[in-house]
C-alpha cells in the first residue's frame, strides 16, 4: 500500500482526462460532497458544493449532487458525504524550520497533516549550521519520502556571523548555495537572510550569496530587526519577512514591497508576533494580499497543539474575516512562491490537497494528494504505513557531538574583589536580550551563591561541539530564575553548540555529560539526577522516532523546566547564543554585543 501522492502526475500530462471529467465524459475517482466551500480566490463560502477529484488533482466544482445525477452508476464507495461541513485547500506554511520539531521530515508531517497543513517551505539551516551542504542534502532525501509536500529555501546565513564571533560545524559559500539550486527543483528561494545588519552595510559576502539566488531567479527570504534596516534589506532583494514584531515594523515592510508572514505560536514562547504586527492591516489599513501565516518554529508537542490552522485562527481572533485569515494560510504563500496555480485554493487543475473544516475553523479530515489521510481527526491506516516508512539518516548524521576528552570547566573563576560584570538579563517573550552592567561585591561573610541570587543571576555556558576548538565561554543570566540543577541543550542557535545554565559545576557537569550520552539534545537535572531529557542523536538536533513519542518527550521536559523554575521556555533558551539579535549573546567566543558586534569580558575592574 502506498499513497498515490507520490504518483499525482505533473499538470500538462492531465489535461485532456481532466477536461474529460470537467464535462462529464468521464466519471471522477472520487466526489465530495454535501459541504459549503472557502473560497480563497472570491474569500466568500459557497453553500450546497461538491468536488470531483481525479488523479489526486481538482477535476471540477459543481453544486452539490450534480455527479449522482450525472454519473447514475457511480459507486457509493466513490463518494464522501461532508455533512455540510467546509471544504477548504490545503494549509501552506510559507516559513518553518523541521528540525525545531526535533524530528525529521518524515515525522514532521503527523502534525502537519493532523492541522490540515498540506505544504511546507522549510529552511534547514540548523543542519546546515552543523553538517554543512551534505546535511541539508539528507533533508531533502527526507523530504522526498515524506507524505508531505515540502519546498525548501535553501540556507543563506551559514554559520550565522563570521568565525570571529562563533564557531560552527557548517560554512555554506554562494558557490554551495547556488550548487543546491542547480541540483534540487525543490530549492525554491534563498533562506530568511539572518545577516540584516551586514546586508545593509554591503558584506561582499553576504551578497554574493544574495546573487546566487537571485540570477537563478530565485526569491529571497528575510530576517530583520529594526526598522532602519527594512529599505536597505528590501534594497538588496529581499521580498519577504517572518520577523515583522508590531505594526509600525510590519506596515513599513508591506510599503517596502516585502511579504509579511505573521508569526504566531504559543503565546508564552517568542514566537506569537501576530497580534501585535496584524494591526498593520487591522489599524493601520494595509491590505492583507501580501500577508501570510507562518509558524516558525514548532517543537513536537506544540506542533500538535499550534499548528498552522491554530495561527489561522488566531488571525481571526485579532480580527480578520475567517476567510480571510484562511486565505492568509493557503492561497497567499502559494502566490508569494508562484505556485497558486498549483496549491492553496480550490479549483480546476489544483492538487487535491483539501481540508474539512467545522465551523470554527477545525480540521476534521485532510486529503493529501487526493488521498484521505485523516478522518474524524485521527490518521488513516494509509498515512500510519507511510510514516512507519521513514528516511533514517546516515552514520555520520549520529556523530555530530565531538567534544574534548579532557574534563572542562563549566563555571568562571570568580573575582577575588569587586568588579561590574557584563550580564544577560532574559526577559519574556525572549528573542531580545539585555545587556546589564552590575556591580558585584561580596558583603563581609557574603557567598558569591548568595550574591547571584541576591542580584537573580546563574551560569551561562557554551560549549563548541564540532570537534574544532573546543572552546568553552562563560556567562552570567539574569531573572533565568533557575532555582537549583541545570539545563543544557546541543540546539544553540545558530552554531548549535551546547549551551548550560546552572547554579553549580557538578549539575553542569552532569548535563553536559548527559548531552554527549544522548549524543545531543534536551536535559533537566539536579541533584546529580537527570529529571528529563530528549534524545536528539541526529545531528544533535532530531530525534528519529515518530511524532508521537517525541511529543511524550517534550511534554515531560517542559514541565520538569517549568519545576525548575526556568522563565524561557527551552526553545527560547536556545535562541541565547543567536548572535544577530540584539542586544547582547554569548557564543562559544564569548560575549558580544548585537549589532555593534563588540566582544566583552565577563567581569571588568569595578
Wanted: with cysteine; hydrophobic share 45%; charged share 20%.
Amino acid at each position: 500500500m502506498a499513497l498515490t501522492r507520490f504518483s499525482v502526475a505533473p499538470l500538462h500530462t492531465l489535461t485532456r482526462t481532466l477536461a474529460a471529467v470537467a464535462m462529464g465524459r468521464e466519471a471522477p475517482d472520487l466526489v465530495l460532497t454535501g459541504a459549503r466551500l472557502l473560497s480563497t480566490y472570491t474569500e466568500r463560502i459557497h453553500p450546497e458544493r461538491e468536488i470531483w477529484l481525479k488523479s489526486g488533482r481538482i477535476a471540477a466544482v459543481k453544486p452539490a449532487g450534480t455527479a449522482k445525477k450525472l454519473f447514475a452508476r457511480l459507486p457509493r464507495s466513490k463518494f464522501f458525504d461532508a455533512a455540510g461541513g467546509i471544504l477548504a485547500p490545503g494549509l501552506v506554511d510559507p516559513h518553518i524550520h523541521i528540525e525545531s520539531s526535533m524530528m525529521t521530515a518524515c515525522a514532521y508531517a503527523e502534525g502537519a497533516l493532523l492541522n490540515g497543513t498540506t505544504t511546507i517551505f522549510c529552511d534547514s539551516h540548523e543542519i546546515g549550521n552543523v553538517c554543512d551542504a551534505a546535511g541539508i542534502e539528507w533533508m531533502l532525501a527526507d523530504a522526498r519520502q515524506a507524505p508531505l509536500s515540502i519546498f525548501l529555501t535553501v540556507p543563506s546565513t551559514v554559520p550565522a556571523t563570521s568565525p570571529q564571533f562563533e564557531t560552527a560545524g557548517g560554512d555554506l559559500t554562494a558557490t554551495k548555495i547556488g550548487g543546491l539550486f542547480d541540483r534540487y527543483p525543490e530549492a525554491v528561494a534563498l533562506g530568511e537572510k539572518m545577516d540584516f545588519v551586514q546586508v545593509a552595510m554591503g558584506d561582499p559576502r553576504s551578497h554574493a550569496i544574495m546573487a546566487a539566488a537571485l540570477k537563478r531567479g530565485r526569491p529571497i527570504c528575510g530576517h530583520i530587526y529594526g526598522r532602519e534596516f527594512v529599505t536597505a534589506g528590501a534594497a538588496s532583494g529581499i521580498t519577504d519577512t517572518h520577523e515583522a514584531i508590531d505594526r509600525e515594523i510590519g506596515d513599513d515592510f508591506l510599503e517596502a514591497g516585502v511579504w509579511v508572514f505573521l508569526r504566531g505560536g504559543p503565546p508564552t514562547t517568542p514566537w506569537h508576533s501576530l497580534p501585535h504586527a496584524i494591526k498593520a492591516v487591522t489599524e493601520l489599513g494595509a491590505n492583507p494580499k501580501r500577508v501570510c501565516v507562518c509558524t516558525d518554529d514548532r517543537d513536537a508537542d506544540d506542533l500538535f497543539l499550534f499548528g498552522l490552522d491554530w495561527v489561522t485562527r488566531q488571525a481571526v481572533v485579532a480580527g480578520l474575516k475567517p476567510t480571510t485569515a484562511w486565505s492568509m494560510g493557503s492561497l497567499h504563500p502559494a502566490t508569494r512562491y508562484g505556485m497558486d496555480g498549483e496549491i492553496g485554493g480550490l479549483a480546476p487543475a489544483r492538487r487535491a490537497d483539501i481540508v474539512l473544516l467545522n465551523d470554527a475553523l477545525e480540521p476534521q479530515c485532510t486529503w493529501y494528494g487526493g488521498e484521505l489521510v485523516v478522518k474524524n481527526r485521527k490518521i488513516t491506516p494509509i498515512l500510519d504505513y507511510a510514516l512507519s516508512k521513514r528516511y533514517r539518516y546516515p552514520r555520520a548524521a549520529y556523530q555530530t557531538v565531538k567534544l574534548p576528552t579532557k574534563k572542562l570547566t563549566l563555571t568562571p573563576a570568580l573575582p577575588t574583589k569587586s568588579v561590574t560584570a557584563n550580564v544577560i538579563r532574559t526577559a519574556l517573550p525572549g528573542i531580545i536580550l539585555f545587556h546589564e552592567k552590575i556591580a558585584l561585591a561580596p558583603k563581609p561573610g557574603q557567598s558569591w551563591s548568595d550574591l547571584f541570587t541576591e542580584h537573580r543571576l546563574c551560569f551561562v555556558t557554551i560549549v563548541e561541539r564540532h570537534g574544532k576548538s573546543g572552546a568553552v565561554a562563560h556567562g552570567l543570566l539574569q531573572d533565568f530564575n533557575l532555582r537549583a540543577g541545570a539545563v543544557a541543550s546541543s540546539v544553540g542557535h545558530d552554531a548549535h553548540n551546547i549551551i548550560l545554565a546552572g547554579t553549580n559545576e557538578a549539575d553542569l557537569q552532569l548535563a553536559l555529560a548527559t548531552i554527549k550520552k544522548l549524543r545531543g539534545g534536551v536535559c533537566v537535572v539536579r541533584d546529580g539526577k537527570v529529571l528529563a531529557q530528549v534524545a536528539l542523536p541526529v545531528a544533535g538536533l532530531i530525534s528519529d522516532l515518530r511524532a508521537t513519542a517525541v511529543a511524550k518527550e517534550t511534554t515531560k521536559l517542559k514541565k520538569a523546566w517549568v519545576a525548575a523554575g526556568c522563565t524561557l521556555p527551552y526553545m527560547g533558551f536556545n535562541l541565547i547564543p543567536l548572535s544577530v539579535i540584539p542586544e547582547i549573546r554569548i557564543t562559544d567566543r564569548g560575549l558580544v554585543t548585537v549589532p555593534g558586534m563588540q566582544q566583552l569580558p565577563l567581569f571588568e575592574k569595578a
